[in-house]
């Protein structure tokens, strides 16, 4: 009986251990720096540049979305410019997410960024402070003439002095962190210095996967580390939000389990024009209703050009029980 008490407290005494040091190897190596290279910008104030830039931010890149203060979705969704000042939250288990403040002002906007930084933060989700950003802005594979365009933009908007706290970390976040989970992203190839806008799989591949992120959400993946577990655009991710669960459909063209392979291009580009439908669903609609014909076009096209695989996601909107 002595001999396992003994062996129990061995036991626990190593468990606790591991503990602590598992503890304090979190506490000492999550705040890392990380360093990438800064990206060339050509900021210009050409018109036809600074509207690609406006319709990019509101529109398929959907800065707007997560760059506005949730109050003004209306204003936005009725296609008012609302300032990129920031003040949403975005509660999730690694951290208390808090999207920056945007526009110009020297104090609490990007005016205290160089042009050079916050490209950085596209191309290589490394912050202007060195961290690591979690992956809500895939833009790595962006090409020079959009990247330009975006920062162009977001330097002509008037200033506004809103300061916005740092993101906050749990322990699951700074030990996903510390575990080097989450890594800075970096462009495949040489980005593309422009495309043609026009109707075709390629510019559509470009929209899903490195401007509107369709990919990032359409996929299996793992929440905690962003990390892609099965194929592209075969759907399945669940958001756990306020008012229920919300579960992306398979964009595949598989005939049984692919919504895509139900629809007409009529009916996505009608779909998605429509915007929301689902009050809390985490898909930007408000921003992709903005996207202009051909755009989605090339997006249905692109699609449909996927192989075909087989998921079946039953329903994509689970809503909570009120109870009265
Ligand atoms: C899905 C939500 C989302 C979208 C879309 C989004 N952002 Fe962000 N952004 C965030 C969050 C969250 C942070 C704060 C991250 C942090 O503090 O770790 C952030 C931070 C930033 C930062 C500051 C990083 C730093 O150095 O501290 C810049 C610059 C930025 N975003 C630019 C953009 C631009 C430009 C776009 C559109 C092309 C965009 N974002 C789209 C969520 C988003
Ligand atoms: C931030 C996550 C997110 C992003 C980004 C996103 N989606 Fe979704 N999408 C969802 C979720 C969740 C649903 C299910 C709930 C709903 O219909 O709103 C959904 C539903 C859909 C539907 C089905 C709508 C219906 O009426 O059944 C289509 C089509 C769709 N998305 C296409 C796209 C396309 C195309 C893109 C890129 C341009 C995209 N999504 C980007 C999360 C996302």
Same mark, same amino acid.
């Given at each position: 009986?002595?001999?396992?008490?003994?062996?129990?407290?061995?036991?626990?005494?190593?468990?606790?251990?591991?503990?602590?040091?598992?503890?304090?190897?979190?506490?000492?190596?999550?705040?890392?720096?990380?360093?990438?290279?800064?990206?060339?910008?050509?900021?210009?104030?050409?018109? @036809?540049?600074?509207?690609?830039?406006?319709?990019?931010?509101?529109?398929?890149?959907?800065? $707007?979305?997560?760059?506005?203060?949730?109050?003004?979705?209306?204003?936005?969704?009725?296609?008012?410019?609302?300032?990129?000042?920031?003040?949403?939250?975005? *509660?999730?288990?690694?951290?208390?997410?808090?999207?920056?403040?945007?526009?110009?002002?020297?104090?609490?906007?990007?005016?205290?960024? @160089?042009?050079?930084?916050? $490209?950085?933060?596209?191309?290589?989700?490394? #912050?202007?402070?060195?961290?690591? *950003?979690?992956?809500?802005?895939?833009?790595?594979?962006?090409?020079?003439?959009?990247?330009?365009?975006?920062?162009?933009?977001?330097?002509?908007?008037?200033?506004?002095?809103?300061?916005?706290?740092?993101?906050?970390?749990?322990?699951?976040?700074?030990?996903?962190?510390?575990?080097?989970?989450?890594?800075?992203?970096?462009?495949?190839?040489?980005?593309?210095?422009?495309?043609?806008?026009?109707?075709?799989?390629?510019?559509?591949?470009?929209?899903?996967?490195?401007?509107?992120?369709? $990919?990032?959400?359409?996929?299996?993946?793992?929440?905690?580390?962003?990390?892609?577990? #099965?194929?592209?655009?075969?759907?399945?991710?669940?958001?756990?939000?306020?008012?229920?669960?919300?579960?992306?459909?398979?964009? @595949?063209?598989?005939?049984? @389990?692919?919504?895509?392979?139900?629809?007409?291009?009529?009916?996505?580009?009608?779909?998605?024009?429509?915007?929301?439908?689902?009050?809390?669903?985490?898909?930007?609609?408000?921003?992709?209703?903005?996207?202009?014909?051909?755009?989605?076009?090339?997006?249905?096209?692109?699609?449909?050009?996927?192989?075909?695989?087989?998921?079946?996601?039953?329903?994509?909107?689970?809503?909570?029980?009120?109870?009265?």
């Amino acid at each position: 009986m002595k001999k396992v008490i003994k062996i129990l407290g061995y036991l626990i005494g190593g468990l606790a251990l591991i503990a602590v040091g598992f503890f304090a190897f979190v506490s000492l190596t999550w705040e890392k720096k990380f360093d990438a290279p800064y990206p060339t910008v050509s900021i210009s104030s050409d018109s @036809t540049v600074l509207a690609r830039g406006q319709y990019l931010v509101y529109g398929p890149a959907h800065c $707007a979305t997560c760059h506005i203060d949730p109050n003004d979705y209306e204003a936005m969704s009725a296609g008012q410019l609302v300032p990129l000042a920031g003040g949403a939250d975005l *509660i999730i288990p690694p951290a208390h997410f808090r999207p920056r403040n945007l526009t110009p002002d020297k104090e609490t906007g990007i005016g205290a960024l @160089t042009d050079e930084e916050v $490209a950085r933060v596209m191309r290589y989700g490394v #912050g202007h402070d060195g961290r690591v *950003i979690f992956p809500f802005m895939p833009f790595e594979n962006m090409t020079e003439y959009d990247l330009n365009a975006i920062i162009s933009f977001l330097r002509s908007q008037p200033p506004v002095n809103r300061k916005i706290e740092p993101t906050e970390y749990t322990f699951l976040g700074k030990a996903v962190i510390a575990a080097g989970l989450i890594k800075p992203i970096a462009p495949s190839s040489t980005p593309a210095k422009d495309m043609k806008q026009e109707a075709s799989v390629v510019y559509g591949e470009y929209l899903a996967n490195s401007v509107a992120n369709c $990919a990032g959400c359409h996929s299996p993946r793992d929440l905690k580390t962003g990390e892609f577990t #099965g194929p592209k655009f075969s759907g399945g991710l669940a958001f756990e939000e306020v008012s229920g669960t919300f579960i992306t459909p398979n964009l @595949t063209p598989d005939p049984e @389990t692919g919504l895509l392979a139900k629809w007409t291009e009529a009916s996505f580009i009608q779909r998605l024009k429509a915007g929301l439908v689902h009050e809390g669903t985490p898909m930007p609609w408000s921003s992709f209703a903005m996207m202009d014909e051909v755009d989605l076009k090339a997006i249905y096209m692109y699609l449909n050009s996927l192989p075909p695989t087989k998921n079946l996601v039953a329903q994509t909107v689970i809503r909570k029980e009120t109870e009265e």
